[in-house]
């Protein structure tokens, strides 16, 4: 039988290797913490009648949430890049694993889930929506961007200076800053999304742009997104027309890739360095 003193060693020694062995695994709070990427749902749709409602939805709802930058902090706030300079909302998770989002800008106060799964980098978010007379069940997938990730620049307020509306009329080199920044921060953002989603939402990009397959090109007006970054309507349609002279003057030079997203990210970063000569 080991001696009191041998059981004390030894105890001392379990204690040791507990407190130096491997990390204690993260809660659910911590895995939610960070960046993330809103890539794709998923519906399920179990009766005839079920499609038929979610048919009336499915565009507005993928419009509103589909490809959207996200951030939670340590800290409970939230952050839906698309309206980061102008609100900041809270996010907290439940007992029952409900994530719940309030003051969060457009389709975020509220938002409510449950976690189903974080591993590896993704995550799972359940909705059950009620729509019309159904709860349809609906799985955000979400991709994590680390610090590691190119797309991680994009959550830094400086790469989004863009969005703050000015205070006064601008210079032509003013706007080319402007546009330059833009230009900038949607080449990484189309860079980050690709490989991530077989659909690409353009309501999510402010630029007035077209996109084909194997190019792009100016929309035929301003869209109100792009107009409603400018301090007035002569600066925003001046932007517009620097746009139009740089998109021509590499017309000859649109990049290939293996999806159109990888291309239209490659052709805006040829026209940010472009427009900032």
Known sequence: MPSLKTLVALSCFIILCACTGPEKKAGLPELIVGNWLIAYPKHTLK???????????QDSLVN???LKLISF????????????MTMTGKWALKRDSSLR????GNGFNPFIATVRRIARG?????????L????????????????DHAGFPLFD???NGWRRKPVAQETVSDLKKRLAS???FYGAYFATISGKANYFSPTRVHLPFEYYAHGLGMSTSIKTSFRELFYNEADANTAYELLETTISSLSKQYPSGKTYTEEYGAFLKLMADKISK
Do not use: C
């Open 122 to 130: 993704r995550m799972q978010l359940v909705q059950y929506l009620p």
């Open 101 to 104: 989002i309030s003051g969060g």
């Open 182 to 184: 833009m230009l900038s």
């Open 132 to 147: 019309e007379d159904e709860r349809i069940k609906v799985t955000w997938y979400l991709e994590k961007i680390d610090e």
């Open 157 to 159: 307020s400086a790469m």
């Open 47 to 57: 009766t005839p009648h079920q499609q038929e409602v979610y048919g009336r939805y």
């Open 64 to 66: 509103l949430f589909g």
């Open 73 to 84: 902090d340590a800290n409970g706030a939230f952050k839906d890049m698309d309206s980061a």
